[in-house]
T-cell receptor, first 114, second 113 residues
Framework: GAGVSQTPSNKVTEKGKYVELRCDPI?????LYWYRQSLGQGPEFLIY????????DSGLPNDRFFAVRPEGSVSTLKIQRTERGDSAVYLC????????????FGPGTRLTVL | SQQGEEDPQALSIQEGENATMNCSYK?????LQWYRQNSGRGLVHLIL?????REKHSGRLRVTLDTSKKSSSLLITASRAADTASYFC?????????????FGQGTRLTINP
């Protein structure tokens, strides 16, 4: 079956602009996670969804970052007033259930803020 | 913040040799996982070892876990050029009943033909 997909694969924007990053999890997966990976670093947790609700958003760096999952499937990560420091690869992962150990990752969206 | 620390940060070996990467972590865990990442994009799950396990095998991969030392190692035997990638260990941290993965900085492995 299809894996986790993310669009766009690359996004270049100017400082101050608004961007949306999309994640399509594996069909049937109830848990969805967003991570951010800066160059040369490991991924860092941003936010976790169980169904439609954000169960934990403690990793979001500030209030410019927001994510939704209105129907419990596709999720969108939204970044307002982008800054150069937001440049990173944004990874989405999903799993069958919150307690399932293995998270399946998408290919990521590389965001570049000029 | 990142819990795990991989060692070495970079490793370059000849094809056919074995590659060993180490990971240390700070807090108690339920399990530890290893992932591979090619070209800085999606992560591929390799193997999971639970806190009550000491060793686990999967094909050419062998993972060990020493909870007393809070460390794990990943051994890739008979390396191939296709094994060139970054390897990350990840520990679990429970959040609202789910699992948040906490990654180390990774080991960049290069297999020379």
């Amino acid at each position: 079956g299809a894996g986790v997909s993310q669009t766009p694969s690359n996004k270049v924007t100017e400082k101050g602009k608004y961007v949306e990053l999309r994640c399509d999890p594996i069909s049937g997966h109830t848990a969805l996670y967003w991570y951010r990976q800066s160059l040369g670093q490991g991924p860092e947790f941003l936010i976790y969804f169980q169904g439609t609700g954000a169960a934990d958003d403690s990793g979001l760096p500030n209030d410019r970052f927001f994510a939704v999952r209105p129907e419990g499937s596709v999720s969108t990560l939204k970044i307002q007033r982008t800054e150069r420091g937001d440049s990173a690869v944004y990874l989405c992962a999903s799993s069958w259930s919150p307690r399932t150990d293995t998270q399946y990752f998408g290919p990521g969206t590389r965001l570049t803020v000029l | 913040s990142q819990q795990g620390e991989e060692d070495p940060q970079a490793l370059s070996i000849q094809e056919g040799e074995n590659a060993t990467m180490n990971c240390s972590y700070k807090t108690s865990i339920n399990n530890l996982q290893w992932y591979r990442q090619n070209s800085g994009r999606g992560l591929v799950h390799l193997i999971l070892i639970r806190s009550n396990e000491r060793e686990k095998h999967s094909g050419r991969l062998r993972v060990t876990l020493d909870t007393s030392k809070k460390s794990s190692s990943l051994l890739i035997t008979a390396s191939r050029a296709a094994d060139t990638a970054s390897y990350f260990c990840a520990t679990d941290e429970s959040i609202q009943g789910a699992q948040k993965l906490v990654f180390g900085q990774g080991t960049r492995l290069t297999i020379n033909p």
